[in-house]
């Protein structure tokens, strides 16, 4: 049994060796062509990879990566010590969960109201309108948001007929999750219905005909035809969406927030940049980064693992 | 009888549905379009009548081009936007090199190490070095405060790179088989079959790219230093977000009393210039935007 094993590897080696050889023999151009990507590869994502090791040293410039000390998790301690702690990892998660529970759920609500709709050319217009917020930049975007919640703007005029009158939306620490929330499902709704309705329209018409036969109404049709249609869709984006969790877009919270309200705006990432970037602490803010990659990286396995588990549907 | 009762019940109750959803998509598209409206109106306004002005704005308030004349005197504003062009061409001429070449090779059958770039290539979508690291690394290829800081790290998007993958491993392979028979090189073969036969899938991606590049101001922002190669928007970061109109409105044109005010309406002429070039082209290019999601969701 042993020998049968030992027999068989020895011949798989050889055939490796073989099948190695006329592999590169045949496709030595293609590995030429993708050389440049894969260096492009190596030097811009692997190479700061092995830069987050400074998360377990004390970095020094003078140093390099390799040589300075280490320090083993005492960056990682300091970050969990730290005060601030507890209000970044609670302004995550608050912010990040409320975008998913009311963010996640929006496109595909859109989708399946644009799916019902019966004049084909008024649909596509309004298709084409909602996915127009999604192609003006982050920074107009923020300064519209900007403009319109401080004294004298449109919502702030809106939000001031039964609120108090006193500062911007922007400087009360309470409107910013709602701020961040709403201005995001403007910006993304009509963009990300795209993928669930070409989801919807994959679906076989003949079973819509065959819930009709069965006197489905509507809404049963819904729920039982559409919905198990487009549900490998909704998985494959929920498991996406988890792996970034923690990853709340802080390019946009850079752009909105103000110290006023670091108290509910300050998340992972913020402080990530502002440590790192303005107070030049870098093996302790890639600590917190490398913290947040990793958290993220775990989220999206075990999300796809469950998923895989209970729906046969995953990433890979 | 109660059977055509209850159809009848049906139809109603859907007819109603459907009254609803269409309002539902009137206010949709109301909500979706004002704000940029609302820009173009103000730009256009009297700074003075604007600023006493509440509710919606419909139309502009004393159409007036003062707004537009301040910023044409700015020359900040047109370095902006040469510095977003350079990144623009430059940028995009080698995204497209850069996808091309990866998703040719990773399209082909038979290639052995195939799997393993592939993992190489995806992994880096789900994890990353983080925001410090990747700054620090930048700082030691002495890219600092050049544009090629803004390009290079941005050459090659993996989930534009998948997109143009799955468009050509769409391309049968008999076409390719032949020309190899016939002596082609791969190189030939990617520039003479496999890219005239994926245009669509291409046009595509250099959309998405060029869309990316126009809008982008964080990578800017973290590697330039010197104003003078600032891209477009950074400018409306400072004008925008910092409240920073001191440096496009000079008291001495508008009268001091006024400064604050043009301030504003220069705020909304500064969006729409940066904005118009989108909104020039979208309704031509935006069924093809929507085609690449598509595309796309075909999983890696």
């Not at chain 1, 496109?107 to 019902?116: D, G, Q, S, T, V």
């Not at chain 2, 076409?175 to 595509?204: C, F, H, M, N, Y």
């Amino acid at each position: 049994m042993l020998k049968l094993s030992n027999g068989a590897a020895a011949d798989d080696k050889l055939s490796f060796k073989n099948r190695l050889k006329s592999d590169i023999r045949r496709n030595y151009p293609l590995y030429i062509l993708i050389l440049p990507v894969l260096a492009y590869y190596l030097i811009f994502c692997y190479k700061p990879m092995y830069g987050a090791l400074i998360a377990f040293k004390e970095y020094r410039p003078d140093l390099g990566v390799f040589g300075s000390p280490w320090v083993g998790f005492y960056q990682f301690k300091r970050f969990f010590a730290n005060p601030d702690f507890v209000r970044i990892l609670r302004n995550t998660l608050t912010i990040s969960i409320s975008s998913i529970v009311f963010g996640f759920p929006a496109p595909i609500i859109l989708a399946l109201l644009f799916n019902e709709l019966k004049m084909p050319k008024f649909k596509s217009v309004a298709q084409t309108i909602s996915y127009l917020p999604h192609f003006i930049s982050l920074v107009v975007v923020c300064g519209l948001v900007k403009t319109f919640v401080s004294q004298g703007g449109i919502i702030y005029q809106l939000v001031t007929l039964i609120g108090d009158k006193k500062v911007g939306l922007l400087s009360r620490p309470e409107c910013f999750v709602p701020i961040y929330v709403l201005s995001d499902i403007w910006q993304q709704i009509g963009w990300s219905s795209i993928i669930y309705i070409a989801a919807l329209s994959a679906i076989d018409q003949e079973l819509y005909e065959a819930a009709r036969i069965d006197g489905a109404n509507k809404w049963k049709r819904v729920i039982h035809v559409t919905l198990p249609g487009i549900a490998p869709t909704i998985i494959i984006m929920f498991i996406l969406r988890m792996g970034s969790l923690l990853s709340v877009g802080y390019e946009k919270i850079i752009l909105l927030y103000n110290p006023l309200i670091y108290e509910t705006s300050d998340v992972i990432l913020s402080y990530n940049y502002r440590v790192g970037l303005e107070q030049q602490d870098w093996s302790y803010s890639s600590a917190v980064g490398l913290l947040n990659s990793a958290i993220n990286f775990l989220m999206i396995i075990v999300m796809n693992k469950l998923s895989a588990t209970f729906s046969d549907t995953s990433l890979w | 009888m109660k059977k055509t009762n209850n159809a009848i019940k049906i139809s109603k109750g859907e007819r109603i549905f459907d009254v609803f959803n269409f309002l539902f998509m009137i206010c949709m598209m109301i909500v979706m379009f004002y704000p940029m409206w609302h820009v173009v109106c103000a730009s256009f306004s009297d700074a003075r009548l604007l600023s006493a002005h509440t509710g919606l704005l419909l139309w502009p308030k004393n159409f007036s081009l003062t707004a537009y004349k301040l910023m044409a005197k700015n020359p900040m504003i047109l370095n902006g936007y040469g510095n977003t062009l350079y990144i623009l061409v430059f940028g995009l001429a080698l995204n497209m090199v850069m996808t091309c070449l990866a998703a040719y090779v990773l399209s082909r059958k038979n290639v052995m190490f195939n799997k393993v770039l592939t993992v190489i290539i995806v992994f880096t979508m789900y994890f990353s070095g983080g925001l410090i690291p990747t700054y620090l690394n930048i700082i030691q290829l002495g890219l600092e405060n050049t544009l090629w800081a803004v390009i290079l790290p941005g050459a090659i998007s993996t989930y534009n790179m998948i997109v143009m993958r799955t468009g050509f491993a769409a391309v049968p392979d008999s076409l390719e088989e032949a020309a190899k028979i016939d002596g082609a090189s791969s190189i030939r073969v990617l520039w003479q079959i496999i890219i005239p036969l994926s245009k669509a899938t291409i046009a595509v991606v250099c959309l998405y790219y060029a869309v990316a590049h126009w809008n982008s101001w964080f990578n800017a922002m973290l590697y330039l230093t010197d104003r003078a190669k600032f891209p477009l928007q950074l400018i409306l970061r400072e004008i925008l977000i910092d409240n920073d109109t001191a440096s496009m409105v000079n008291a001495m044109d508008v009268g001091v009393g006024d400064a604050s005010f043009v301030g504003e309406t220069v705020k909304y002429a500064v969006i729409i210039v940066s904005v118009v070039p989108i909104l020039c082209v979208y309704p031509f290019i935006q069924r093809y935007f929507t085609k690449g999601v598509m595309v796309g969701a075909v999983k890696g």
